[in-house]
């Protein structure tokens, strides 16, 4: 079966830096996403990555190697209005999408 | 404002009752996708439609019954829950669910409660 892993929880300071790292193991593999989820909201789109490298937007970022199934979120500058859960999902062979459980982001002043 | 609407927010039923849970979306997409999320858990994706067609129903019991009028509209209906189906229930709609870069689009979810 897919399977998705990211790390439960994070904590941060804000001005800080912190990567999540998420690892596939999927059939066949069309694309990583990120999403972010304000508890008792929706999840919004963060970026999406189908090729190897660095995909920058502002203080977000996201990286793919394909050949290791991972990938990463890279949040800049955080902020307070950052705290919130972070989603991966891995589209398959059949662009089916499967995800991870999140990674609740704890923000410290 | 997601573009993608769902009522009630919240419900509270008992195990006997019958509700329906509706989605709707102003984005001109052609698919529209029921989720399951429970507290530490992955999205569970429960029904998939592609252009009104349902392309996915992921081992989703038959107390859960989806239907899809069109391809703005998306209902669920609900009979004879249990408790553990207890979460929030999560509609979104993508442009097309077959192709390559395909971002769905998410409401706000209903909350669900099953006394």
């Known amino acids: 079966g897919q399977n998705i892993d990211q790390p439960t929880e994070m904590t941060a300071t804000e001005g800080a830096i912190v990567q999540i790292n998420c690892t596939y193991q999927?059939?066949?593999?069309?694309?990583l996403f990120w999403y972010q989820q304000h508890a008792g909201e929706a999840p919004t789109f963060l970026s999406y990555?189908?090729l190897d490298g660095l995909e920058e937007k502002g203080r977000f970022s996201s990286f793919l190697s394909r050949s290791d199934s991972y990938g990463y979120l890279l949040l800049q500058e955080l902020q307070m209005k950052d705290s919130a859960s972070y989603l991966c999902a891995v589209r398959d062979q059949d662009y089916q999408l499967s995800w991870g459980a999140g990674t609740r982001l704890i923000l410290k002043p | 404002e997601t573009g993608v609407t769902q009522t009630p927010r919240h419900l509270v039923m008992g195990m006997t009752n019958k509700k329906s849970l509706k989605c709707e979306q102003h984005?001109?997409?052609?698919?529209m996708y029921w989720y399951k999320q429970s507290a530490k858990k992955p999205l569970e994706l429960m029904f998939v439609?592609?252009?009104?067609?349902?392309?996915e129903n992921n081992s989703v019991p038959s107390r859960f019954s989806p239907e899809c009028p069109n391809s703005s509209h998306l209902f669920l209906h609900l009979h004879t829950l249990q408790p553990e189906d207890s979460a929030l229930y999560l509609c979104?709609?993508?442009?097309?669910?077959?192709?390559?870069?395909?971002?769905?689009?998410f409401g706000p979810g209903t909350r669900l409660t099953v006394l």
């Open positions: 439609y592609n252009f009104k067609e349902q392309t």
């Open positions: 999927t059939s066949g593999f069309n694309g």
């Open positions: 990555n189908v």
């Open positions: 979104a709609s993508s442009q097309d669910s077959s192709s390559g870069y395909n971002e769905q689009f």
């Open positions: 984005l001109g997409h052609n698919a």
